[in-house]
Each structure stands twice: as C-alpha cells, then as structure tokens.
Nanobody, 118 residues
Framework: QVQLVESGGGLVQPGGSLRLSCAAS????????MGWYRQSPGKERELVAR???????NYADSVKGRFTISGDTAKNTVYLQMNSLKPEDTAVYYC????????????WGKGTLVTVSS
C-alpha cells in the first residue's frame, strides 16, 4: 500500500517562499515518477513539477525559474521549493506517484493548501 503525506503549505505574501515536502512509503517498484500537481476552484488539476527515477524533470511553464523539485531517496521524500510566489499560485497542492511500469497506477496525497495573498 502506497501512502503519501504532504506538509509545508500555508499563507504567504506575494514574492515570498514556501517549501513543500512529500513523504512516501510503500513503493515497491524502481521505475516511477513523483511530482506535484495543483488545483484551484474552477480549474482542472494541473502538473506543477515532476521528477522520475529514469532522470527526467519537468516543470509547468508558469513556474519555470521560480520552483525547484528535488528528492532524497534515503528518506523517500520529495520537496518543492517555491520562490517568488504569485497570487495565481494559490491552490491545493497534491503529491503524486505514477508507476511507469507494471500496472501504471497513480497514487495521491490528501493535499496541502497554499495561499498567496497580501
């Protein structure tokens, strides 16, 4: 059973920074992608950043140069450093694991709320 637990969300002023963490447990395969998605009212869930065990890294165009995704395999944890935050970044951020082999399943955390407002 795969479980993902997010932390680090909160209220921040425009131009500020936050660091999100996602601690994973129960992953039994070696080929997968892990990343962050976000969803705000009236919009579909969208990819923010993703990193895979085969070396690929992807960012949404709207966050390139401001957000950085990284991982610590020893701690089974992925981080999202968010700088120069804008009101448009306000959303619930979800951690995701996608298996790139075997069943191709997706696993989701419960989400952490990020609010960017003055």
């Amino acid at each position: 059973q795969v479980q993902l637990v997010e932390s680090g969300g909160g209220l921040v002023q425009p131009g500020g920074s936050l660091r999100l963490s996602c601690a994973a447990s129960g992953i039994r395969y070696s080929i997968y992608a892990m990343g962050w998605y976000r969803q705000s009212p009236g919009k579909e869930r969208e990819l923010v950043a993703r990193i895979s065990t085969v070396g690929s890294i992807n960012y949404a165009d709207s966050v390139k140069g401001r957000f950085t995704i990284s991982g610590d395999t020893a701690k089974n944890t992925v981080y999202l450093q968010m700088n120069s935050l804008k009101p448009e970044d306000t959303a619930v951020y979800y951690c995701n694991v996608h298996l790139l082999a075997y069943n191709g399943l997706d696993y989701w955390g419960k989400g952490t709320l990020v609010t960017v407002s003055s």
